[in-house]
């Protein structure tokens, strides 16, 4: 249906639906209706089972290869290398499995957005209805509480307010009305329209239906969801690279392996086992394990830095984050709307404290001001409190604001001077309310003190500025002059040029006004002739932290884009008092996106670092334009609005405590404390964690490189193999697999967030780690072919003893060089011989099982080796610390060839 009802009045509205807008529709109306535009309910889904979740986790090709491994083992007769391939990728299927169980219910959490039932009218009667019952052209009524079943057009309103957070991510309630608008009016300024999902906060309404089901703004948002899509992360991405190079690898040793063999006249059958227990050597069978397992190490650190991870390669991808688009409300700024200056007859005060917190001090100019001992001051702040329908409660030690969140900043500003609503509604009985209204644009409630009325009034400045006659002074009552006129107007173009929201606050005695029970002579008569306190300046304050967050950002060389709901001049200003607009940065509202195809708003995007008066739909286009640059895009939001964004982007963040169940359920990430500050911190902590993946693959195949080159040489020798197919598997899964989840747990680089995000097109496995593995593999090979050949041709000792001391030599080798593995820049006492303890611990407990297997007869029999000497113990670990000595040097070597260049 149609999408301009908001153009049109009410009165069309109601004739183009057919509709009585006394009457509403008659039952057998609305079943034709229900039989021609179906239910009011949002589609589900595609559902994800757990058993879909979990074979999910075998996608990796890397995964792939170590199940052909583990097959090919059993098949040559090695069933324990076999069961233990086996066992390392369940065991990693079970960690991705358990951290992704609650992904892909965004749709079913949409559907828990709308209400159960509503009342409509039909036939002329109020009913009861289901609301997926509810049809176009149905008669809603409307009252605080209720949340809204259907979009609709509002044909009544009496202090009506909505809250439409859900659709706009703006928590502050909005007044509705039933005037006409004008066509292209954006979504968050319709006031005479009511939206499917959206919750009444106060007043009552009649509504004429215009779109159930899918058809309402909130189904848009829903099919947009759908259309979303997430993708693989980088992460997933260099992991299916790094198994391909693996496959190959296999293939091609095989091949080799195979050629020389028939070469020398060796039987084809032999070759084979030969040459594919040489593939399965070079598989690092840890990787995969290792890799879940540094990434679930590193959620459990988010958590406790206020981010909860829900899929686990997306904590990489955070780390790669080139742009973070983000909320204003709640997440840049507290989300509580605070009164930040005052001005008086002659005075202007700033106010200190943020948000709902009832703790603060007023200043005038750089004196402080006590409340109480300034007559004018005292009775601003009396009236804010006395003109108010909100209330100031405690929640868990917390001040927490029931009603709308401007009226709360001025019962917040009001308690900072010791002026409660308690004492208010004590000394002042409310008698009456005038309801503010858009038309008005004032509201006033009258109270009996001293024995008479009097009315308390605030609202839009021009407005309440033109009803006053006087103004309240620290001496006593006096005529407002023209002065004073020009001094107020000029204030409050000052506080609006802040992004400030100025309300002017005024009162008056009624003596002499007829009034009783609640009735009175007239609006216009109580609210002529008043005396002006003076004017409120309020905003929803930038937290404390945010400013440093977005200079962290802009210092790691991410981009911060602000998207808000929110007036462009606010949003602006905001933006530069954080420092998220540079010279030169652009504004950009909803309206002109709509002017923008694709390619232009891709080109326009990276001079855009603000936009205002945005919709979902925008919010997605905005997201979409910056990944067709390039970009590495993060998006946070908590409205369902943010939804399909957040599932588009790279890494989708919801907020914790306002965000919605669907977007919660769409996003990567959770931010528990709704804090742009946690997600900095994120970043840095994903930066951190890739560091960690890249030193351990590095480190794993420089160890899996060392062992092919050993087993490859000795064929190409022609002695016997130095190792057995178990010896290698231990080594890869656990003496070099403990070593290389201790390098995924190491502290984070200080200086992480000093460098630029890493490039979209940057490889995990690249030519400089290629070089590096290949060298370290020599190094590895080169010592352990020198003991073996050492003990067998030198000494005499039987081929068992030689490949013992082999063996061991090569275990020795990997856990030393664990200790150098940490960084490829600096040496081990630059980066803290003791800075990784669980390094020291779990080399140590390594040592301690190699010893066991040449110590516990059980051991021996299985890995075919003999007790060792403290001698041999000695000369092996020596031996080891020969890699690990040039490796060290040839940093040291590169970083002084660094300076000279």
């Known amino acids: 249906m149609t999408n301009t009802w908001h153009k049109l009045s009410a009165i069309e509205t109601a004739g183009l639906l057919a509709t009585d807008m006394e009457q509403g529709l008659s039952t057998?109306?609305?079943?034709?209706?229900?039989?021609?535009?179906?239910?009011?309910?949002?589609?589900?889904?595609?559902?994800?089972?757990?058993?879909?979740?979990?074979?999910?986790?075998?996608?990796?090709?890397?995964?792939?290869?170590?199940?052909?491994?583990?097959?090919?083992?059993?098949?040559?007769?090695?069933?324990?290398?076999?069961?233990?391939?086996?066992?390392?990728?369940?065991?990693?299927?079970?960690?991705?499995?358990?951290?992704?169980?609650?992904?892909?219910?965004?749709?079913?959490?949409?559907?828990?957005?709308?209400?159960?039932?509503?009342?409509?009218?039909?036939?002329?009667?109020?009913?009861?209805?289901?609301?997926?019952?509810?049809?176009?052209?149905?008669?809603?009524?409307?009252?605080?509480?209720?949340?809204?079943?259907?979009?609709?057009?509002l044909i009544q309103a009496s202090v009506f307010r909505v809250n439409e957070a859900p659709l706009t991510g703006e928590s502050q309630a909005v007044a509705k009305f039933t005037v006409s608008l004008v066509l292209d009016t954006p979504l968050a300024?319709?006031?005479?329209?009511?939206?499917?999902?959206?919750?009444?906060?106060?007043?009552?309404?009649?509504?004429?239906?215009?779109?159930?089901?899918?058809?309402?703004?909130?189904?848009?948002?829903?099919?947009?969801?759908?259309?979303?899509?997430?993708?693989?992360?980088?992460?997933?991405?260099?992991?299916?690279?790094?198994?391909?190079?693996?496959?190959?690898?296999?293939?091609?040793?095989?091949?080799?392996?195979?050629?020389?063999?028939?070469?020398?006249?060796?039987?084809?059958?032999?070759?084979?086992?030969?040459s594919v227990s040489l593939a399965v050597a070079a598989i690092p069978e840890g990787l995969p394990a290792v890799v879940t397992i540094a990434l679930a190490l590193g959620v459990q650190r988010m958590v406790q830095r206020h981010a909860l991870v829900r899929r686990l390669a997306s904590v990489e991808t955070l780390g790669r984050a080139q742009v973070i688009c983000t909320d204003k409300t709640g997440t840049l700024t507290m989300g509580e709307m605070t009164a930040r200056k005052l001005v008086t007859s002659k005075n202007l005060y700033r106010?200190?404290?943020?948000?709902?917190?009832?703790?603060?001090?007023?200043?005038?100019?750089?004196?402080?001001?006590?409340?109480?001992?300034?007559?004018?001051?005292?009775?601003?702040?009396?009236?804010?409190?006395?003109?108010?329908?909100?209330?100031?409660?405690?929640?868990?030690?917390?001040?927490?604001?029931?009603?709308?969140?401007?009226?709360?900043?001025?019962?917040?500003?009001?308690?900072?001077?010791?002026?409660?609503?308690?004492?208010?509604?004590?000394?002042?009985?409310?008698?009456?309310?005038?309801?503010?209204?858009?038309?008005?644009?004032?509201?006033?409630?009258?109270r009996r003190q001293a024995n008479f009325p009097w009315a308390f009034v605030k609202g839009a400045p021009e407005v309440v500025?033109?009803?006053?006659?006087?103004?309240?002074?620290?001496?006593?009552?006096?005529?407002?002059t023209e002065i004073d006129r020009t001094h107020l107007f000029q204030a409050n173009r000052l506080l609006a040029n802040d992004a400030l929201r100025v309300l002017a606050v005024a009162e008056r005695p009624l003596e002499g006004i007829h009034f009783g029970a609640g009735v009175f002579s007239s609006d216009v008569e109580i609210e002529?002739?008043?005396?002006?306190?003076?004017?409120?300046?309020?905003?929803?304050?930038?937290?404390?932290?945010?400013?440093?967050?977005?200079?962290?950002?802009?210092?790691?060389g991410i981009k911060t884009v602000m998207i808000t709901g929110d007036h462009p001049d606010t949003a602006r200003t905001?933006?530069?008092?954080?420092?998220?607009?540079?010279?030169?940065?652009?504004?950009?509202?909803?309206?002109?996106?709509?002017?923008?195809?694709?390619?232009?708003?891709?080109?326009?995007?990276?001079?855009?670092?603000?936009?205002?008066?945005?919709?979902?739909?925008?919010?997605?286009?905005?997201?979409?334009?910056?990944?067709a640059t390039?970009?590495?895009?993060?998006?946070?939001?908590?409205?369902?609005?943010?939804?399909?964004?957040?599932?588009?982007?790279?890494?989708?963040?919801?907020?914790?405590?306002?965000?919605?169940?669907?977007?919660?359920?769409?996003?990567?990430?959770?931010?528990?404390?709704?804090?742009?500050?946690?997600i900095v911190a994120a970043v840095e902590e994903g930066r951190g964690i890739y560091d960690n993946i890249a030193k351990t693959l590095a480190y794993l195949l420089g160890s899996s490189t060392g062992e092919l080159l050993v087993m490859l040489g000795a064929v190409l020798l022609g002695w016997p193999l130095p190792l057995l197919p178990l010896h290698l598997l231990w080594i890869n899964l656990v003496t070099d697999g403990f070593a290389a989840l201790a390098l995924s747990t190491d502290p984070i680089d200080p200086g992480v967030l000093n460098r630029p995000p890493r490039r979209t097109q940057s490889q995990l496995l690249n030519r400089n780690l290629f070089y590096l593995t290949l060298f370290t593999g020599i190094l590895a090979a080169s010592v352990t072919l020198g003991v073996f050949a050492y003990e067998l041709h030198v000494v005499g000792n039987t081929l068992d003893q030689a490949r013992d001391a082999a063996f061991t030599a090569l275990v020795i080798t990997g856990l030393l060089r664990a200790f150098g593995a940490r960084s490829e820049q600096r040496v081990i006492w630059q980066i803290g011989l003791f800075s990784n303890l669980r390094l020291f611990l779990i080399v140590a407990v390594c040592f301690g099982?190699?010893?066991?297997?040449?110590?516990?007869?059980?051991?021996?029999?299985?890995?075919?080796?003999?007790?060792?000497?403290?001698?041999?113990?000695?000369?092996?670990?020596?031996?080891?610390?020969?890699?690990?000595?040039?490796?060290?040097?040839?940093?040291?070597?590169?970083?002084r060839a660094k300076k000279i260049a």
């Open 849 to 895: 099982l190699q010893l066991a297997i040449h110590h516990v007869s059980m051991l021996q029999a299985l890995f075919q080796i003999k007790s060792v000497s403290l001698h041999q113990c000695v000369v092996w670990i020596g031996v080891g610390f020969i890699p690990l000595t040039i490796l060290e040097l040839r940093k040291i070597l590169l970083n």
């Open 630 to 678: 390039g970009a590495v895009v993060a998006m946070t939001g908590d409205g369902v609005n943010d939804a399909p964004a957040i599932k588009e982007a790279s890494i989708g963040i919801a907020m914790g405590i306002t965000g919605t169940e669907v977007t919660k359920e769409a996003a990567d990430m959770i931010v528990a404390d709704d804090n742009f500050a946690s």
């Open 465 to 480: 500025l033109s009803r006053c006659t006087l103004i309240r002074t620290d001496q006593g009552v006096r005529a407002l």
């Open 574 to 627: 905001i933006g530069c008092e954080l420092g998220i607009m540079d010279k030169g940065d652009e504004v950009l509202i909803g309206t002109e996106i709509d002017h923008l195809d694709d390619a232009e708003l891709k080109e326009r995007v990276p001079h855009v670092s603000v936009y205002a008066r945005v919709t979902a739909e925008h919010k997605l286009r905005i997201v979409r334009a910056w990944k």
């Open 351 to 446: 106010v200190t404290g943020e948000g709902y917190a009832t703790e603060g001090t007023f200043f005038s100019g750089n004196v402080e001001s006590i409340p109480s001992e300034s007559p004018e001051l005292f009775a601003l702040l009396r009236a804010s409190a006395a003109c108010n329908d909100a209330e100031l409660t405690l929640i868990d030690g917390r001040s927490t604001v029931v009603g709308d969140p401007t009226e709360g900043a001025l019962l917040v500003v009001a308690a900072k001077a010791n002026i409660t609503r308690s004492a208010i509604e004590t000394d002042m009985p409310r008698l009456a309310v005038i309801p503010f209204d858009s038309d008005r644009k004032r509201m006033s409630v009258i």
């Open 528 to 556: 002529q002739q008043l005396i002006l306190l003076g004017l409120v300046g309020l905003q929803d304050p930038p937290r404390g932290e945010a400013r440093e967050a977005v200079s962290k950002c802009k210092r790691a």
């Open 28 to 153: 057998e109306e609305a079943k034709h209706r229900l039989a021609r535009y179906g239910q009011n309910k949002l589609h589900k889904g595609k559902r994800f089972s757990a058993l879909l979740i979990f074979i999910s986790q075998f996608r990796s090709l890397v995964i792939w290869v170590l199940i052909g491994a583990a097959a090919v083992s059993v098949a040559l007769g090695e069933v324990i290398d076999g069961i233990a391939i086996i066992a390392i990728v369940i065991l990693n299927a079970i960690i991705g499995f358990l951290q992704e169980y609650r992904a892909e219910k965004a749709a079913a959490a949409l559907v828990r957005l709308t209400a159960p039932h509503c009342r409509v009218i039909r036939d002329g009667h109020s009913l009861v209805i289901t609301t997926t019952e509810v049809v176009p052209g149905d008669l809603l009524l409307l009252e605080a509480g209720d949340l809204v079943a259907a979009d609709a057009r």
């Open 189 to 274: 300024e319709r006031s005479n329209m009511v939206f499917l999902g959206t919750s009444v906060t106060g007043g009552s309404a009649h509504a004429v239906v215009v779109n159930t089901g899918m058809e309402t703004e909130l189904g848009r948002i829903a099919k947009l969801l759908e259309s979303a899509e997430s993708g693989e992360t980088p992460l997933q991405r260099q992991l299916e690279r790094v198994g391909r190079l693996l496959l190959m690898a296999c293939f091609g040793i095989v091949g080799l392996i195979f050629g020389l063999g028939v070469w020398r006249g060796i039987a084809p059958f032999e070759l084979f086992l030969s």
